[in-house]
């Protein structure tokens, strides 16, 4: 399984970030797996923003809940992610990830991971 990010690398404060997750040799819609957005600011660890499941359902982070959606493209097998009303705090390296469980913060809770794409909230 392959994932890969892609989204613009700057985002003015205010606006809105949208990254996109493509997946090469598996399928989104495949049994009890979650689809994960996660992030690590600089200096920090990582942080999970929320998932979609193989069913379609969407988990969200309780902290980040009121300004993230995540949707899905099951005929382009990529689930995106959207965060509202940045500010420089959402800084981050943004991953995509595979696993099987919801809510997890370390590399080792995830099968499989895109590289990771650097989003920059500047203005």
């Known amino acids: 399984v392959q994932l890969q990010e892609s989204g613009p690398g700057l985002v003015k404060p205010s606006q809105t970030l949208s990254l996109t997750c493509t997946v090469s040799?598996?399928?989104?819609?495949?049994?009890?797996?979650?689809w994960n957005w996660i992030r690590q600011p600089p200096g920090k660890e990582l942080e999970w923003i929320g998932a979609i499941a193989s069913s379609g359902s969407t988990y969200y982070s309780p902290a980040l809940k009121s300004r993230t959606s995540i949707s899905r493209d099951t005929s382009n097998n990529q689930f995106s992610l959207q965060l509202n009303s940045v500010t420089p705090e959402d800084t981050a390296v943004y991953y995509c990830?595979?696993?099987?469980?919801?809510?997890?913060?370390?590399?080792?809770?995830?099968?499989?991971w895109g590289h990771g794409t650097q989003v920059t909230v500047s203005s």
């Open positions: 040799d598996g399928s989104i819609t495949a049994n009890y797996y979650y």
């Open positions: 990830a595979r696993g099987q469980g919801l809510g997890g913060s370390s590399w080792s809770e995830y099968d499989y």
